[in-house]
């Protein structure tokens, strides 16, 4: 099952019926059904929207040929599982994907009965201010008419290529790496405009120091397998099925 909104913030649900052949032994999927919820996207109706499909289409019910339901690990999803008697198989793309979120983007928590973003109990301070660091520099270079021509003219300055800082979103935590990546590449021009645009820099809070860079060095080596290991859970790969394939 799984589970997302439009842009116009409308609910839908797709269910994907994975199954392997007792003939063959071989790995199959078919797409159910896309249908519209027409409300909020609690368990309970997602629950009696999958069961509709069921019976109204299929003339069968769910668990009568579904013992288990794959999807996100959001608790929402886990209770449709609970609304329909069956099986919860957390997906594994979403629990590799999910696992080094919270250690470089805030998190909501409760404090004093209203909901604020912090940086969360798992992270490790330094991680998470380089990752900071990083991001807001990028963001200077790209958002920023005069820092995106700072970094161009340091580029053209020393004859390297063009290259636009990236941005990312906690939504797709793999945005980070190739934001780490970049950062990596783009080092020596932000040197560069240390000399010809100080005063840019400085805005942009400042170059990082040799040991903030050595530490985006490895943090992008250590995380770099759980993008690629992502990458094949969500590919069409048969060996593998998850909820984001």
């Known amino acids: 099952v799984d589970v997302w909104e439009d842009p116009k913030k409308e609910h839908w649900l797709g269910m994907i019926l994975h199954g392997v052949s007792s003939k063959v032994l071989a790995a199959w999927a078919m797409l159910l059904g896309v249908v519209k919820l027409g409300v909020a996207k609690a368990a309970v109706s997602q629950a009696q929207r999958i069961r509709w499909v069921f019976s109204r289409k299929f003339g069968v019910n769910v668990e009568d040929v579904v013992w288990v339901i794959s999807s996100d690990n959001i608790g929402n999803s886990v209770n ?39 940086m969360s109990e798992h992270a490790g301070v330094e991680c998470f201010k380089v990752g900071e660091r990083v991001r807001g520099l990028h ?25 636009v800082a990236l941005g990312d979103s906690s939504s797709k935590w793999s945005g980070l790496l190739a934001m780490f990546e ?36 490895d943090i992008h080596a250590v995380f770099k397998p759980f993008g690629h290991a992502t990458s094949v859970m969500q590919s069409d790969d048969p060996r593998y099925f998850s909820a984001s394939a």
Not at 90 to 114: M, N
Not at 142 to 160: M, N, Y
Not at 197 to 210: I, N, S, T
Request: proline content about 5%; hydrophobic content about 40%; glycine content about 8%.
């Open 80 to 118: 449709i599982a609970k609304n329909l008697g069956l099986a919860v198989l957390r997906c594994g793309a979403h629990v590799i994907a999910l696992a080094p979120k919270p250690h470089f983007y805030h998190v909501e928590r409760t404090r004093d009965g209203s909901k604020v973003k912090v």
């Open 182 to 217: 970049r950062f990596w590449v783009i080092r020596r021009d932000i040197a560069t405009m240390a000399v010809l645009k100080p005063e840019v820099l400085r805005a942009a809070g400042g170059p990082l120091h040799p040991g903030e860079q050595t530490l985006v060095r």
């Open 139 to 163: 963001y200077h270079f790209r958002g920023k008419e005069e820092g995106r021509q700072a970094l161009e003219r340091a580029q053209k300055t020393e004859g390297r290529q063009c290259l």
